[in-house]
């Protein structure tokens, strides 16, 4: 398992954002949708979309991905089993069962287990596509579809957390071919759902709200090819934001879209820097005592629960205290420990966190527990006094691209070691 070290370092300079990990996952499980050839561009070349190009190939897809290109053509559309072995590594999998459910009327999609972050129940998935008139059953560990034709319906999709991603994506999927009109009352608004939904758009499908809680469906009889762009990968975006603020670094960050970002803009203009915005790029220069903020996680147009862990590290070293309550899951507190490791004084109390700041964070040894904990090991190890190790480093491997090439270009002391 190779590991990163990391010294002390000040960051300057320009850094371009990849394309969105989030975005691609459900861009290429629509794929399953036409017997057509898909060509997707900015696709990040990171280890979950590896692991969706294999689950791809198990269903019989033909896939090339070179550059960032990815070209995805049916070769054999029997295949329908998305196997455990490959969905245990990466729960996004499990959006493969709208697909295959509308496209073949059966699906048979390992349940996917327990996850570090907390549990991360698939019951308004279930729920969705049984309204669209699937049968399902779990089985030997896998969650069985089957539908002759799925019918619309109007599905209320909000959960005790609120609005579901990849069960709105999941439900959207199977929607777009079923018969009739289906509406997704509560349907997640965040921008990997709408970019999804107007992929489907350019496929054929006829869908309107796509953005908004309350999504309109027609289902149409079949979904075409087509080229399509990815978006840039907001939250890649805003660890770089992270960075800048732990280590009161001018940075500029392009080929992003901060329109996708304006919850995080604002907490960063509140924690003390300034912020300019130029179409796809944009600056920040941090003060030089950051200020406390409180923060709570919420579904988009709320703050990312995918940034609480970088941002918890660059409030480590503000000036008083802050408070972050976790909204979606109030368990993803696995980094509070490792940071407290080099130093930080937090303390969790169910799903909050209190942050007293210091003066600064000492390097040490620490492991990473998920992909976001581990961009947030990263930044404090770059802020941090002296050396710090971050095991494990096949997490953050996961969902960013080229990191310590992006994190080095930019002026930062960190190493791959492969062990
Ligand atoms: C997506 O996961 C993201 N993954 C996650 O990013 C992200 O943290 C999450 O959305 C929230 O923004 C991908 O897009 C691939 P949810 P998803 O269903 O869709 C509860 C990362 O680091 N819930 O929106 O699985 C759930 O427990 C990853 O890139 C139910 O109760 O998350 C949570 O409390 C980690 N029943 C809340 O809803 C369900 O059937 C929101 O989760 C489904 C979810």
Do not use: W
Not at 177 to 184: M, S
């Amino acid at each position: 398992m190779d590991k990163f070290i990391i010294h002390k370092s000040s960051l300057k300079g320009e850094v371009s954002i990849s394309g969105s990990k989030n975005a691609a996952l459900p861009m290429m499980a629509a794929t399953l949708l036409t017997d057509q050839t898909c060509v997707f561009h900015n696709i990040p070349d990171v280890m979950d979309t590896r692991t969706m190009i294999k689950i791809l190939e198990v269903l019989g897809q033909r896939i090339q991905f070179d550059n960032n290109t990815l070209v995805i053509r049916a070769k054999n559309k029997s295949g329908y089993v998305a196997p455990y072995k490959l969905v245990s590594t990466m729960r996004a999998s499990f959006c493969c069962l709208g697909p295959l459910l509308a496209k073949q009327g059966k699906a048979k999609v390992a349940f996917p287990g327990g996850c570090v972050i907390g549990p991360r129940p698939v019951d308004l998935h279930i729920k969705g596509i049984e309204e669209l008139g699937a049968k399902v059953v779990i089985e030997e560990g896998y969650c069985i579809a089957q539908a002759h034709k799925l019918k619309g319906a109007h599905i209320y999709l909000g959960g005790v957390f609120g609005s579901s991603v990849l069960a709105t994506i999941n439900v959207l999927m199977a929607a777009v071919l079923a018969e009739g009109q289906t509406i997704i009352e509560y349907a997640a608004c965040e921008p990997e759902v709408e970019h999804l939904a107007l992929l489907l758009k350019k496929m054929g499908a006829d869908i309107e709200g796509e953005g908004t809680p309350l999504i309109r469906v027609t289902g149409v009889k079949e979904l075409m090819g087509c080229e399509f762009n990815n978006i840039p990968d907001r939250i890649e975006a805003a660890t770089f934001i992270a960075a800048s603020l732990a280590t009161n670094s001018f940075l500029r960050i392009k080929d992003a879209n901060p329109f996708h970002l304006t919850s995080v803009i604002e907490l960063t203009k509140n924690i003390g820097a300034q912020i300019n915005i130029e179409n796809s790029s944009f600056s920040i220069k941090p003060k030089n005592n950051l200020n406390p903020v409180n923060i709570t996680t919420l579904p988009y147009p709320g703050f990312p629960t995918d940034l609480q862990a970088q941002f918890m590290a660059c409030l480590c070293l503000a000036n008083g205290i802050s408070l972050i309550a976790e909204k979606i899951y109030p368990d993803r507190f696995m980094h509070v420990a490792e940071l407290n490791r080099m130093g930080a004084h937090i303390q969790r109390s169910g799903p909050y966190a209190i942050v007293e700041g210091k003066k600064e964070l000492v390097g040490a040894e620490v492991m990473a527990s998920d992909l976001r904990a581990s961009a947030a090991l990263v930044i404090a190890g770059v802020a941090a006094r002296g050396k710090t190790e971050v095991l494990r480093v096949y997490h953050i491997d996961r969902g960013y691209e080229h990191i310590e090439e992006k994190f080095e270009k930019l002026g930062a002391k960190i190493e791959r070691q492969k062990q």
